[in-house]
């Protein structure tokens, strides 16, 4: 009987020391592939991370447009909305600008219309039910107004910056860039009023940003190309203009 019991407790130990070594098998297994997956992934990383972006950049384009609700309605996220602000927007353009009609003149007769309609609705009532209306109040509440100003304040202020900063002389390709950008502006304000160019504005802000995030490789990679060529000219303009401009002689100053 002893030597049966004992033959018993080594088959159980000899059982136990088969599912450890599986066990350790199978963690070993476990973390060589994850370890082959760090292998696997760091790669692809460092290819992704030397993809050319348009402008250099490095957030998605919801990101960059801000996030929320507004990059939702530039990028289609909900399609109602984006088709109703593109629809308002249009129909806006069609009544001031094909129509020709003022906006002295819509606003005095959308108040006339919405007079008329609570007046004869009031009266209607008071008729049949022989009690007044109750009309909602509408009060403009004081933290939407404060938060409006504010962000306006914070904006205008970083534009200020921004002009500093270019006017300063630091960096001539971002004042080149801006001089350029103001000049077409410029031309396309002599051939359309501030209507029209809000409009197309907005939808271009509609349809770029959705176009790029569906075709954003193809147009990096053109954008890569065409930033090269860019770069070239403007080495040789650099080369044959820039560096023939005199300068002024405070550079050669030495101040004690």
């Known amino acids: 009987m002893a030597e049966k019991a004992g033959e018993h407790e080594s088959a159980i130990e000899s059982v136990m020391e088969k599912i450890t070594e599986k066990f350790h098998s ?10 082959d997956n760090d292998d ?3 790669p692809v990383d460092a290819v992704k991370a030397k993809i ?7 957030k998605p384009v919801h990101k960059v447009l801000g996030g929320g609700k507004p990059a939702d309605v530039f990028l289609w996220r909900d399609k109602k909305i984006s088709a109703g602000v593109l629809g308002v927007v249009t129909a806006i353009w069609v009544l ?17 219309l919405a007079l008329a309609v609570l007046f004869l609705w009031s009266n209607a009532s008071t008729f049949i039910n022989k009690s007044t209306p109750q009309f909602p109040e509408v ?15 914070i904006e205008i202020n970083r534009a200020f910056a921004v002009l500093r900063e270019i006017a ?23 051939c359309c009023n501030f209507l029209t160019l809000f409009y197309i504005s907005l939808v271009l ?5 959705v ?17 090269a060529e860019i770069k070239k000219l403007y080495v040789v303009f650099n080369a044959k203009v820039l560096s023939k401009i005199p300068r002024g002689p405070l550079k050669d100053k030495k101040f004690a």
């Open 139 to 153: 009060i403009l509440p004081e933290d939407i107004v404060l938060g409006v100003a504010s962000a306006l304040r």
């Open 205 to 209: 802000l509609h349809t770029v940003p």
């Open 96 to 112: 001031f600008e094909l129509i020709e009609y003022h906006l002295l003149t819509l606003v005095c007769h959308i108040l006339i």
């Open 211 to 227: 176009l790029y995030e569906k075709y954003e490789d193809q147009v990096d990679s053109f954008a890569e190309k065409a930033e």
């Open 168 to 190: 300063s002389g630091r960096d001539l390709k971002k004042f080149l860039a801006v001089i350029a950008g103001l000049w077409v502006f410029s031309v396309l304000g002599g």
């Open 26 to 35: 199978q963690d070993s297994s476990s973390s060589d592939s994850d370890d």
């Open 52 to 58: 050319y972006r348009l402008f250099g950049r490095e």
């Open 40 to 42: 696997k992934k760091s």
